[in-house]
């Protein structure tokens, strides 16, 4: 087997426009969980890591409201709901840009990354599907340059008249 790392991705904590942490204030990791909390499955070692960060019992983990391997169905489920998403910066860029979806501060927890990469059989060559995908994150600018998607954005100053 050979695994071919690609990249280090950002994620954060997303809400939809409007949303009652949508407030560009610090939250805490408690109260973004008691919304709801939609993401692709958990490793347990991170689970355990957001459990002690949340003060749960040991050996208690968190639970997610929505787990799926779909990102397309974990925003749709954020933009509908009240539901904060849990995914890699780069999955939600157009909804960022676009001011539909907005990234949540939450003090105390560490910058979360995925590790991005792919797994093969030592001498195959990649599926045509496989190639797209390392193709298309190959071409992703580096993570630095999408650090501003994160801030939220300048208010103009008023206009004096």
């Not at 204030?25 to 939609?38: D, I, K, M, N, T």
């Not at 992703?140 to 954005?153: F, H």
Request: with cysteine; hydrophobic share 45%; charged share 25%.
């Amino acid at each position: 087997m050979r695994i071919e790392h690609l990249r280090k991705e950002p994620g954060s904590f997303f809400v939809r426009a409007g949303h009652p942490l949508a407030t560009g204030r610090p939250v805490g990791l408690r109260e973004v969980w008691s919304y709801g909390v939609a993401s692709v499955r958990v490793p347990k070692g991170v689970r355990a890591a957001l459990g002690r960060l949340l003060r749960l019992e040991p050996g208690v983990q968190p639970p997610l409201a929505i787990e799926c391997d779909d990102v397309e169905i974990l925003k749709n489920a954020a933009l509908a709901s009240d539901t904060v998403l849990a995914a890699p910066d780069a999955a939600v860029e157009p909804e960022i840009a676009s001011g539909a979806l907005a990234a949540l501060i939450v003090e105390g927890l560490e910058p979360l990354f995925s590790e991005m990469g792919v797994v093969s059989l030592r001498g195959r060559t990649p599926s045509p599907m496989a190639s797209v995908v390392i193709a298309r994150m190959q071409a992703l600018p580096p993570t630095a340059d999408r650090d501003a998607l994160r801030r939220p954005p300048k208010r103009a100053k008023p206009a004096r008249t």
